[in-house]
């Protein structure tokens, strides 16, 4: 199996405590949905498994204990580390859902068939995602993912037709 099959779904942030616990963030939704996942981590340039043996939130942290991490020390080497799960584990998107990593690559059109750049990535407000398109013209542009700005995705031609106010 190729990285291609894998996705990320979180980031090993820090450690928290002395028995080796590690901060994490989680990009699912809910967050503690990360759990419900087979995850893995990159060792050596590969990747492996990982066995999660507790989590919890603490003070709007989460936090998890990876079986074969002792202490402190054993943690250390996991701080800033990308957590991922394959991709074919992620739920079936119903109609005109689409999962964040679905959208980056994309090219960005108006509907005057103007290009405006790449999909580079997307971040949550508390209104809507919002995509931010790269172009090696101008500034970033960022895109609202609302029906008001989006018109159509095009998997086929990876494209995403947009309406500019």
């Not at 943690?75 to 959208?103: M, N, R, S």
């Not at 509907?111 to 995602?129: H, K, P, R």
């Not at 970033?140 to 494209?159: A, G, M, R, S, Y």
Request: charged share 30%; hydrophobic share 40%.
């Amino acid at each position: 199996m190729s990285n291609n099959d894998y996705i990320v779904v979180g980031k090993i942030i820090t450690t928290h405590g002395i028995k080796g616990w590690l901060s994490i963030i989680s990009y699912t939704h809910p967050l503690e949905n990360i759990f419900k996942y087979d995850l893995y981590i990159k060792k050596s340039e590969r990747l492996e498994q990982v066995k999660i043996v507790k989590s919890k939130f603490i003070k709007k942290k989460l936090v998890m204990q990876i079986k074969s991490i002792e202490d402190i020390n054993d943690a250390e080497i996991y701080k800033d580390t990308d957590i991922y799960t394959k991709k074919k584990l992620l739920p079936e998107t119903q109609e005109g859902e689409y999962y964040w990593h679905d959208l980056i690559g994309k090219k960005v059109i108006t509907t005057e068939n103007n290009f405006i750049g790449i999909v580079d990535s997307l971040f949550a407000t508390n209104a809507n995602d919002v995509l931010l398109v790269k172009s090696e013209k101008s500034n970033d542009t960022l895109v609202p993912f609302v029906k008001e700005f989006i018109v159509q995705i095009k998997d086929e031609e990876n494209t995403i037709l947009i309406k500019l106010p």
